[in-house]
Every structure is written in C-alpha cells, then in structure tokens.
C-alpha cells in the first residue's frame, strides 16, 4: 500500500488542523492506521493509531482530548483531526500501515510509510 499525506500547515496555538493520509492499492481496510510525528532532533514518536476494524484507538497521553484519528474506508483515508494545537505539537507528522489489528506504538512495527507532513505552530 502507497500512502499520501497531506493537510500540514502553520497554525496558532490554540488552532486546529485536520491531516489526510489517503492509501492506494487495495484491501486498505485490511490495515492499522497510525500517526507518527518527528521533531527536528528528536525521534520518531507514536501519537495516534485506529485499528482495522476501526472500533479501536489508541493516543499518546499528552493529545488525548485535543486529536481524534478516525477512518474511512470508503475513501481509503485515515484523518487526525488536531485541535487546541500546542507549539510543542509542532513537528512533521507522517501515518503509518501495518497489516492486521493494528493499534502498534512502535516504529518497527510498521511496513508503509507515507511521506511527512509538516504541522508548525507558533506561540
């Protein structure tokens, strides 16, 4: 499966963005889905994951209550819908497919990567 991230942008603290990570290839409901996100410098850190089926998810402590992962199979797309943005949230954020449950927090976990997207904001 080929993924394509899209959505980033500059915001206030205080704003909101919603990032889109739409899937090609077939059999997308087959996948966990899962947010990344990498800070210049730092590593990359789980943040979000909803699980094939979608009934599931999954959140780092500090986005719980302000980002939503949710999923549409329909449109092979996987969202994080981000509100109450921190300057600390700011990072490039990529999304991630594992065949199966999903719901994995770790990076070695997963088999397909999409491309970044850039979420910066400011204070």
């Known amino acids: 499966v080929q993924l394509q991230a899209c959505g980033g942008g500059s915001v206030q603290a205080g704003g909101s963005l919603r990032l889109s990570c739409a899937a090609s290839?077939?059999?997308?409901?087959?996948?966990?889905m899962t947010w990344f996100r990498q800070a210049p410098g730092d590593e990359r850190e789980f943040v979000a994951a909803?699980?094939?089926?979608?009934?599931?998810?999954y959140y780092l402590d500090s986005v719980i209550g302000r980002f939503t992962i949710s999923r549409d199979d329909a449109k092979n797309t996987v969202y994080l819908q981000m509100h109450n943005l921190k300057v600390e949230d700011t990072a490039v954020y990529y999304c991630?497919?594992?065949?199966?449950?999903?719901?994995?927090?770790?990076?070695?976990?997963?088999?397909?990567w999409g491309q970044g997207t850039q979420v910066t904001v400011s204070s």
């Open positions: 991630a497919a594992v065949r199966g449950f999903g719901l994995a927090s770790s990076v070695e976990d997963y088999d397909y």
């Open positions: 290839g077939r059999a997308f409901s087959s996948y966990g």
């Open positions: 909803i699980s094939n089926p979608g009934g599931s998810t």
